[in-house]
């Protein structure tokens, strides 16, 4: 039973590492699926688009024809990842969420979507702390907007939105220390 175990791992582990890997040139895509042109099959594995000179620019990884997540690089000598992109197994070239990479391989950058694809957050960080996240609901700000300072310590503006306006008391906390408060109903000041 144990070495069943292990095969079976091993075989699991092998499927995993052990990945197609072709050029973006030789898949096409129908029905938001994408199959193999060498044998009209569902593809799963990587897809790759590269430079003439060997630079990998950007990747798509599938399973069963179904996208799961994309790789987006820097121009470079080495491969240094921009962005990661996962999507929807469920729904596929539905965006999940979207990680953005400085060029030290920090994340500055997340965006999070709803199982529909619809973009629900906005995140930005620096030295891996979050200094500044909004909701959202699609390309309109749709929530709480946050900015902070101090490595995400200090809150130094607060809004609330409703379909893209302001929506209840804006708060500001500048550089000098003083604070300001202002009121907004859909987008109107009051106060």
């Known amino acids: 039973m144990r070495n069943f175990l292990i095969l079976l791992i091993l075989f699991a582990y092998n499927n995993t590492i052990a990945q197609e890997v072709i050029e973006m040139k030789e898949v096409y895509e129908e029905n938001n699926l994408v199959y193999k042109i060498s044998d009209d099959g569902l593809f799963t594995g990587i897809a790759q688009v590269k430079r003439e000179n060997g ?9 069963n024809g179904v996208i799961l997540f994309s790789y987006l690089y820097f121009n470079g000598k080495e491969k240094r990842l921009s962005t990661k992109t996962i999507y929807n197994p469920k729904k596929p070239n539905v965006l999940l969420k979207e990680f953005m990479y ?5 994340i500055f950058e997340i965006h999070t979507y709803n199982e529909d694809g619809i973009k629900i957050l906005r995140e930005q960080f620096t030295n891996g ?49 003083t604070e300001t408060k202002k009121q907004y109903k859909l987008g109107k000041r009051i106060k």
């Open 102 to 106: 400085d060029l030290q391989k920090e």
């Open 55 to 63: 630079h990998l620019v950007y990747e798509e990884e599938f399973k």
């Open 129 to 177: 702390k979050v200094y500044y996240s909004c909701q959202y609901l699609g390309k309109k700000k749709h929530g709480i907007e946050l900015g902070y300072k101090d490595g995400g310590e200090k809150m130094t503006f607060r809004c609330e939105y409703i379909n893209g306006k302001k929506n209840g008391t804006e708060y500001c906390l500048k550089e000098d220390g």
